[in-house]
């Protein structure tokens, strides 16, 4: 099974409004990141919140990491026609060397 | 200056061929990592590769082999192609060393999506 599951799927709203993605996993981890895809693009890396940290901001969007719950969630304020795309949540496991990375949230802003 | 770069974009073949992609990244990164993307958005890593020596091995048929010259460079060549190869596959770097520190961040190529009939 998945380490890192994106909660919703998708998700659309009006321009303006805040967006809330989440992120659960299973085992213990070094850190989190969120990614962002574009249609047709590469994914892109928006924040990372390490295991000994609740919330990080970086402009518009919010991190936070509740561990005991193994959850994250990703809130972008004030959004944009620009933010429709796909996110993803990464997770690195204590030692390990790779990313492991959910599903992703399809995110649409209707303008 | 592109920081991750594959070639081809696309890439259309009949079953049974061989194809290779490749991955180019001008970042000084020491690690390089292939992944695999399905039709349902679903990212799993396939082979990492960290100063030219192969790191990470995932549970890939052997018909998939990387090869890395340097470590600026890692390629994927596919044998006897099948359908179910179908998917986007992308190219990524990242200073491993940086792994547990603030940064371990990944950068990701533009992808080439390879499709077989």
């Known amino acids: 099974s998945q380490q890192g599951e994106e909660d919703p799927q998708a998700l659309s709203i009006q321009e303006g409004e805040n967006a809330t993605m989440n992120c659960s996993y299973k085992?213990?981890?070094?850190?989190l990141q969120w990614y962002r895809q574009n249609s047709g693009r590469g994914l892109v890396h928006l924040i990372l919140i390490r295991s000994n940290e609740r919330e990080k901001h970086s402009g518009r969007l919010r991190v936070t990491l509740d561990t005991s719950k193994k959850s994250s969630s990703l809130l972008i304020t004030a959004s944009r026609a620009a933010d429709t795309a796909s996110y993803f949540c990464?997770?690195?496991?204590?030692?390990?060397?790779?990313?492991?990375f959910g599903q992703g949230t399809r995110l649409t802003i209707n303008p | 200056d592109t920081a991750v770069s594959q070639t081809p974009k696309y890439l259309v073949t009949q079953m049974g061929n061989d194809k290779s992609i490749k991955c180019e990244q001008n970042?000084?990164?020491?690690?390089m990592y292939w992944y695999k993307q399905d039709s349902k958005k679903f990212l799993k890593i396939m082979f990492s590769y960290n100063n030219k020596e192969l790191i990470i091995n995932e549970t890939v048929p052997n018909r998939f082999s990387p090869k890395s010259p340097d470590k600026a460079h890692l390629n994927l060549h596919i044998n006897s192609l099948e359908l179910g190869d179908s998917a986007v596959y992308f190219c990524?770097?990242?200073?491993?060393?940086?792994?547990?520190?603030?940064?371990?961040?990944?950068?990701f190529g533009p992808g080439t999506r390879l499709t077989v009939l």
């Open positions: 970042l000084g990164h020491d690690t």
């Open positions: 085992t213990s981890i070094n850190n």
């Open positions: 990464a997770t690195r496991l204590w030692g390990a060397q790779k990313l492991v």
């Open positions: 990524a770097s990242s200073d491993l060393r940086e792994a547990t520190g603030q940064t371990d961040t990944q950068y």
